[in-house]
């Protein structure tokens, strides 16, 4: 197989439980990347708490050394709501800190979501009640029926469209970009993820045991606190990650 600059990833729940003792099954946890999110944090876990005040649940802030004491917000909320944070050196980017939470994690569901407030936290629930319902894997989706994209110039809703219809040929959903997911534990189980890009959602989608996958519709509204990370940088990395999935689902090692 040939080699390419991806970091790759492969961890089993066992594996990534061994050290961090599972809560409950019935805990889900919440992981959200961050890198100078310290304005939107607690604005996130503001309108977290009340829509999960029915669930035992937990926040994983993996923070990626984060200038503006993103992690040192995080640790305070901490001390009034269920939220840990996990410290890392540098600026490693999103997919593997999306993999570092999910090793973290005690909960049986991991939800990912971003901390900008793009991902609306009241949709969360609806994500686990897909879940709670048999479903493998439940995906936060812009492009189904009732989801939309609100405030985003024409430009970006042109790359957002390209790079849907480009993952559509390698994934059975429609928002194959999506970054708003909740997936079963044991769905990744063995599971072989690449730690590339900041596209995690189709990463998880297209490798994910998951024999059920449902679209949950939901509004995404560009960021208003802080700066958006994308540029043509996060476009290469895609494309190369689909590249990779292209040829492990042809030579049949997507896991």
């Given at each position: 197989m040939p080699r390419t600059r991806a970091t790759v990833c492969r961890w089993r729940a066992s594996n990534a439980t061994r050290t961090i003792p599972r809560l409950s099954a019935l805990v889900d946890s919440v992981i959200v990347p961050t890198y100078n999110e310290a304005a939107s944090l607690p604005l996130l876990v503001e309108r977290l708490a009340p829509a999960m005040r029915d669930r035992e649940w937990e926040l994983v802030v993996v923070d990626d050394g984060s200038p503006d004491g993103t992690a040192d917000?995080?640790?305070?909320?901490g001390a009034t709501h269920p939220v840990r944070v996990l410290r890392r050196a540098g600026k490693a980017g999103l997919a593997s800190a999306v993999i570092a939470g999910m090793k973290e994690a005690r909960g049986d569901v991991l939800v990912v979501m971003d901390a900008d407030l793009s991902h609306p936290p009241e949709i969360v629930p609806d994500l686990l009640a897909v879940i709670d319902a048999g479903v493998d894997l439940a995906v936060g989706s812009r492009y189904v029926s009732g989801g939309a994209t609100m405030d985003w110039p024409?430009?970006?809703?042109?790359?957002?469209r390209?790079?849907?219809i480009l993952g559509n040929t390698l994934v059975p959903v429609r928002d194959a970009t999506s970054g708003f997911f909740a997936v079963r534990r044991s769905a990744l189980d063995g599971v072989r993820l690449n730690a590339i890009g900041f596209k995690i959602?189709?990463?998880?989608i297209a490798r994910a045991r998951a024999h059920r996958i449902v679209e949950v519709p939901y509004t995404f509204r560009d960021r208003e606190l802080g700066a958006?990370?994308?540029g043509r940088r996060e476009i290469g990395q895609y494309l190369l990650q689909l590249g990779i999935v292209a040829r492990d689902k042809v030579t049949g090692r997507l896991r």
């Open positions: 917000v995080a640790e305070k909320l024409l430009r970006r809703r042109i790359v957002s390209v790079a849907c959602g189709f990463e998880v958006s990370k994308f």
